[in-house]
């Protein structure tokens, strides 16, 4: 699937700004009628926060703006204003993401629609306040669904259907896109008319009410095994609210492709699981997250330009894994290999988006390799050249057998 | 004004009897009489604590009163979100109140109790203070007094104990207030009084724990009253900055004697065996707080 | 002294949210090695017939004793504390050794 215009999108009052990537995460939100921001700042989020209070201070949005003193007590202030039914959102990443990490759990196990914003960073010892995706990717198993974005345009829009996506599933959404190179860089945004927002968004309803007049007690101590009420309603245990959990985010995978579909509807600008460039005939496939997945665009045209068939999946969702829309993607292309290439690694193994891949592969009995290319930690420059050397070296591997065809990790213009 | 006795006093429960709280539980006292004060119109949020095994397992709950259940650290955090989330609704006339322990209020919960109260956020925190990690088997905290024996600290706390509500008083918040189940008019007053202000309002418990303090549990109030009558805990409220004493506490800023701090530590097997060098401490210790008070002038009364 | 039974049916499936009812921990009775007897002679209520002192509906940490003339204990959910005695002003309850000793 990939990006498509549907006819002339200046609709209604849509209007073209000049802005960020942390503005136009700002934008969506006043869009979306947040109700309560919690805000904290970190580099490079702090634009998002500042943004945002400009916005309540002129009254152009009204909402609870809470000015917290850590990013622990962030979130928890999104997780307790959400309880109550109001719409919620903070930002944050790196260390402050870090330091969420707790409450990360407990927000999507009490199953609450929070959109958070993370502009992605690299996460200390030592101190490094450029981009790379160790923050959000550290997250993986917390439960929150994780969309990537590759430019502003996309950053302002996921805000949107992120509302969506975790009202309908009840569980929360990290919106990552790269920390400066897309949220310090300007870019042309088309900003939706309000009025289209609001039709596409419906107002939020939770699942559970705190009300004095109805008194329940939520997220008491819960016992291994089910339990009896008072009425002699046999209730859960713990293992199976998780699993209830676990069951919806993995059924959400169609919630984001059609909240994507209908964005395209109203807006003019469709969104799906994946995105692919030049990959019908590719021999060699190259998959990654974020920017850097726009950024390839350029080494696979050098690349096929040499004569070289490669082509380019930006997976757009990463968590849940979309493991069989994945792998039957891959199968489609009819590729031989794919190198991974990421901004993370799972320290002690591999980048952790190859090795998700690879388990999809393997179920889905893909007989293709997975090759674990490490690059731009820490803010370090990716170029074209950087990303045809990772795909170069994959490519010397499409005509070998068995095991020669596996390769470890590689980290490319690592200058140890 | 009819006066409020225990006769007056209204008689309908939000809090459960059959819950797991202790036998004799010091906190069971305060959070009966606390629940009526702030009636029908509220909403807690409680972290890990003692509080939240009182209040139950899933899926059956021991009171009447809708409660968030939070993380250790984020009670004020979570306040401060409910009170965010219902204003944000226009639900204006609920109460929003923060139930911690000591360990969750001086220790682990401090920062963002401090922040909220800078920020002035309108709830009413309460600390109930049981001087230690009770719920987890009697760990030592902030609270804890010095020479009290914990399993932390299984030779008698070096440290004094942190001063939590004069540290609330100077965030500059409308209102602090200390308050003891054993003097439960005193208490159901000044759980009124805050619930009828606004802004940042944190009353500060002793709460005597026949298991923590080692002691019969039928003392439970005895226990709580001697700790009052001879200055180890002192009951005030400070309102907009104004400081003033109440009952013992009162008699004993006018210039009436206190008793010594030994009996009152006797009387606890967490103080067993301390020497009569701890005692002259915790003696010392007392006789400086009060020396202090009146230093600062709240001891005059108009 | 009225059983609260919880108020809506059916389990919330996605959130743990309890709903309240008298007895979560059990009938904690059971837990009892004292148990408190209110001597008739001794209470002033008992005596005069009139609403007065309730110094034991006051201090009881469980809530188990009502304010009624004369006030009466809730044996099945009391815990056998004693404060009730230690803080009765008539000393006019006695606790009394379970199972008779």
């Given at each position: 699937m990939s990006i498509e215009k549907k006819g002339?999108?200046?609709?209604?009052a849509e209007k073209v700004l000049i802005m960020t990537g942390n503005h136009a995460a700002a934008y969506a939100v006043k869009l979306c009628d947040v109700q309560v921001v919690s805000a904290y700042p970190i580099t490079p989020q702090s634009p998002v926060v500042e943004k945002l209070m400009e916005f309540v201070e002129k009254g152009e949005m009204k909402a609870e703006y809470v000015a917290v003193e850590s990013e622990h007590s962030a979130i928890t202030v999104c997780i307790s204003a959400s309880v109550v039914g109001a719409r919620v959102f903070t930002a944050s990443c790196a260390n402050g993401l870090a330091l969420m990490h707790e409450m990360l759990h407990w927000a999507a196990g009490t199953r609450l629609p929070i959109v958070m914003a993370i502009p992605n960073r690299a996460v200390a010892a030592p101190w490094n306040i450029l981009n790379d995706q160790q923050d959000s990717i550290s997250q993986r198993d917390t439960g929150w669904m994780q969309i990537y974005c590759r430019n502003n345009q996309e950053i302002l829009d996921t805000v949107i259907q992120a509302y969506r996506i975790a009202e309908t599933v009840m569980a929360p959404v990290m919106v990552c896109y790269d920390g400066y190179v897309l949220s310090h860089t300007l870019m042309p945004v088309n900003l939706p008319d309000e009025k289209l927002v609001r039709e596409y968004l419906p107002p939020y309803r939770p699942h559970t009410v705190l009300d004095p007049k109805s008194p329940r007690n939520i997220n008491p101590v819960t016992l291994a095994d089910p339990r009896m009420n008072a009425e002699g309603v046999l209730c859960h245990g713990y293992m199976e609210l998780r699993s209830l959990l676990q069951k919806s985010l993995l059924e959400s995978v169609s919630v984001v492709a059609e909240a994507g579909r209908e964005f395209g509807r109203i807006f003019g600008r469709e969104y799906g699981i994946y995105d692919s460039y030049?990959?019908?005939?590719?021999?060699l496939l190259m998959v990654s997250i974020g920017s850097l997945a726009s950024e390839a665009m350029d080494a696979v045209d050098g690349m096929r330009a040499a004569g070289m068939k490669v082509g380019v999946m930006h997976l757009r969702l990463y968590r849940p894994f979309p493991a069989e829309v994945v792998a039957k993607a891959v199968r489609e292309t009819g590729c031989r290999g794919v190198a991974v290439l990421e901004k993370n690694v799972s320290y002690g193994y591999e980048g952790a988006v190859c090795s998700d891949l690879k388990a999809a592969l393997f179920d889905y009995g893909v007989d293709v390799f997975a090759h674990s290319y490490i690059l731009g930690?820490?803010?370090?420059n990716v170029s074209v050249s950087d990303i045809e050397e990772a795909l170069k070296r994959s490519y010397g591997y499409l005509e070998k057998k068995g095991p020669d065809r596996m390769k470890g990790q590689e980290w490319i213009n690592c200058q140890v | 004004m009819k006066k409020l006795t225990a006769v007056t006093m209204p008689d309908k429960e939000y809090m459960l009897p059959g819950n797991r709280s202790c036998v004799g539980c010091g906190l069971s006292i305060a959070y009966r009489h606390g629940l009526k004060a702030f009636g029908e119109s509220v909403i807690l949020t409680v972290p890990a604590s003692c509080l939240t095994v009182l209040q139950g397992m899933y899926p059956v709950s021991s009171m009447l009163v809708p409660c968030l259940n939070t993380a250790f650290e984020t009670t004020a955090a979570s306040a401060a979100g409910i009170r965010a989330g219902l204003d944000a609704l226009g639900k204006r006339d609920v109460t929003v109140v923060g139930w911690a322990g000591d360990g969750g209020t001086s220790d682990i919960g401090i920062q963002a109790l401090s922040g909220a109260a800078e920020r002035n956020t309108d709830f009413i925190y309460i600390c109930y203070d049981n001087e230690g990690y009770m719920n987890t088997g009697t760990q030592r905290s902030g609270s804890t007094p010095y020479g009290a024996v914990t399993s932390t600290c299984p030779s008698g706390k070096l440290e004094h104990k942190k001063d939590m509500p004069m540290i609330m008083a100077a965030h500059n918040i409308p209102y602090v207030a200390t308050v003891s189940p054993s003097y439960p008019i005193d208490l159901y007053e000044k759980f009124t009084t805050a619930k009828q202000m606004k802004g940042t309002r944190y009353l500060h418990l002793l709460i005597p724990c026949p298991p923590g303090w080692g002691y019969d549990p039928r003392y439970t109030v005895k226990i709580g009253r001697m700790a009052v009558l001879c200055g180890m805990f002192d009951l005030y409220e400070i309102i907009n900055g104004r400081l003033s004493f109440y009952g013992p506490s009162l008699r004993i800023a006018t210039g009436e004697p206190r008793e010594p701090v030994e009996a009152y530590i006797r009387a606890q097997t967490r103080f067993r065996d301390v020497s009569m060098e701890v005692i002259e401490e915790l003696q010392e210790w007392v006789d400086k707080k009060w020396e202090s008070y009146r230093k600062m002038g709240y001891c005059e009364t108009d | 002294m009225k059983e609260y039974k919880g108020s809506?049916?059916?389990?919330?499936?996605?959130t743990a949210s309890s709903t309240p009812a008298t007895g979560e921990g059990g009938r904690t009775g059971d837990w009892r090695v004292l148990y408190p007897v209110i001597s008739g002679e001794g209470c002033v209520v008992a005596k005069t017939g009139k609403p007065m002192c309730y110094m034991c509906w006051m201090f009881c940490p469980e809530g188990?004793?009502?304010?009624?003339v004369p006030p009466e204990i809730?044996?099945?959910?009391?815990?056998?504390?004693g404060i009730c005695a230690e803080e009765c002003p008539s000393k006019a309850i006695t606790m009394i050794q379970e199972g008779g000793e």
């Open positions: 002339d999108c200046m609709t209604c030049r990959t019908d005939d590719a021999d930690l820490g803010g370090r | - | 809506t049916s059916g389990c919330d499936h996605i188990v004793i009502s304010k009624t809730n044996l099945e959910y009391c815990k056998g504390c």
